[in-house]
């Protein structure tokens, strides 16, 4: 398991790298550094909006994902 998920964190990372690149003037820092510290905020997001989902039967993605702008300014 913590092989599958190092090379999603590699995959994700490398994709927000090449995102910042292309959007410098939305990050802090260069784009391979901004990465690094946001990985893991991104991929701690996933699950709980899945997690939400399958259980929570009142749960509104929408506002989950629409919260995640006020959450992370800029995104």
Same mark, same amino acid.
């Given at each position: 398991?913590s092989?599958?998920?190092?090379?999603?964190?590699?995959?994700i990372?490398?994709a927000v790298?090449?995102w910042a !690149?292309?959007? =410098?003037?939305?990050i802090?820092?260069?784009?391979?550094?901004w990465?690094?510290?946001?990985? #893991?905020?991104?991929?701690s997001?996933a699950?709980?909006?899945i997690?939400?989902? !399958?259980?929570? =039967?009142?749960f509104?993605g929408?506002?989950?994902?629409?919260?995640?702008h006020?959450v992370? #300014?800029?995104?």
């Open positions: 398991m092989g599958v998920f190092v090379q999603l964190r590699a995959t990372q490398e790298a090449e !690149a292309a959007h =410098p003037e939305r802090d820092g260069d784009p391979a550094s990465a690094r510290r946001v990985t #893991p905020v991104i991929l997001s699950p709980g909006y997690l939400q989902q !399958a259980i929570l =039967p009142d509104d929408e506002a989950y994902l629409a919260a995640l006020e992370l #300014p800029g995104a």
